[in-house]
């Protein structure tokens, strides 16, 4: 039995998703198996999504994925828009949402590189 059994850890996961698949793979080998959530089947919402920002200590434009093109075809600007056009983009189109999202109890980490959630561990 590991300490790390007693808690509930959400993985925000993209199974596609390389970084994704390496950080779910290093929970596993610490002896946790976490909630899985698929997001892109069951995507958060407006609340769930500053429940996160919360949690990370971010902005809703940092957890959005720039390279992505609904990105583009949003016209999103860094500058310009404000964190209520970038959470109704990622309530929209959850593929902008940043991956993968560890969370446990009241913090959590985006997993890049996949050991960063480790701090979130203890």
């Not at 949690?55 to 990105?71: P, S």
């Not at 446990?104 to 997993?111: E, V």
């Amino acid at each position: 039995m590991t300490r790390y059994q007693f808690m509930k850890i959400q993985i925000y996961h993209n199974p596609k998703c390389s970084k994704s698949r390496a950080t779910l793979a290093l929970l596993r080998e610490r002896g946790l198996e976490p909630e899985v959530i698929e997001y892109l089947k069951s995507p958060p919402d407006w609340a769930e999504l500053e429940s996160l920002l919360e949690k990370l200590g971010m902005r809703a434009r940092d957890l959005v994925r720039r390279g992505e093109d609904a990105y583009k075809a949003l016209g999103l600007d860094e500058q310009a828009s404000s964190d209520q056009a970038y959470l109704r983009a990622l309530v929209a189109h959850p593929i902008l949402l940043q991956r993968p999202i560890v969370v446990n109890g009241q913090r959590a980490r985006i997993g890049r590189p996949p050991e960063s959630v480790c701090e979130i561990l203890d």
